[in-house]
């Protein structure tokens, strides 16, 4: 494989929790007072951490989101999760080939460890990651599309950042990729292509990546 390490983001890529998120995220802004579709959510918020809610609601109203907004929303978000989450397709087929090939890889999504861990314990995706593989933007100053995070994660992995990957499915994540300097592959199971601008290569099977990485 050309890649000496593999960083996946989570929601969207691993776990199918896009559809899930962005439509409880919508609807509790909305019954704030901000009103908010489903597309709306998709293409304002996909891939990035919760501050960027907070900042684009007072930028364009003016107002702050109530101070428990993250924990109201984690908690519906987990209680949906629980009911209705499921692996993305293919993804534990390419985590077997990975650990078949041993090829390093491990996750770094915008999401907080709470997330990402009920995420992985619901889809039985947590026998694949160890918890030094796991990395969140609560472990940097900046989110997406800010690269830290990812530069972040190669460094705990102990690799240089143009030998690593990145496999993203929002445009905030293919920015963050690329001021990496890292090769980015855009998934676009749920995301068209043109939001993708800057992606190494587009896939839509992801049981089809890791032989793309050969």
Request: hydrophobic share 40%; glycine share 10%; with cysteine.
């Amino acid at each position: 494989m050309r890649y000496d390490l593999v960083i996946f983001d989570n929601d969207g890529v691993l776990v199918d929790s896009e559809p899930i998120s962005n439509r409880l995220l919508a609807g509790y802004l909305t019954e704030l007072g901000h009103p908010t579709s489903y597309e709306e959510s998709l293409r304002d918020y996909m891939g990035a951490a919760m501050h960027r809610v907070h900042d684009l609601v007072e930028e364009r109203t003016g107002q702050r989101l109530p101070d428990d907004f993250d924990d109201v929303f984690h908690a519906r978000v987990f209680a949906a999760f629980e009911r209705e989450l499921k692996p993305v397709a293919g993804a534990v087929d390419v985590l077997e080939r990975l650990v078949a090939d041993g090829v390093p890889y491990c996750v770094a999504s915008s999401g907080s460890h709470e997330r990402i861990r009920v995420g992985h314990r619901t889809t039985g995706l947590d026998e694949w990651f160890e918890d030094e593989w796991v990395f969140s933007s609560e472990d940097v100053g900046r989110g997406k599309p800010a690269p830290d995070l990812f530069l972040y994660a190669a460094e705990r992995m102990g690799v240089a950042p143009e030998r690593c990957v990145v496999v993203e499915d929002s445009p905030l994540g293919v920015r963050a990729g690329v001021a990496a300097g890292m090769d980015v592959y855009g998934f676009i199971g749920m995301t068209p292509a043109e939001r993708l601008v800057g992606a190494t290569q587009l896939f839509r099977d992801m049981g089809q990546l890791a032989e793309l990485l050969e």
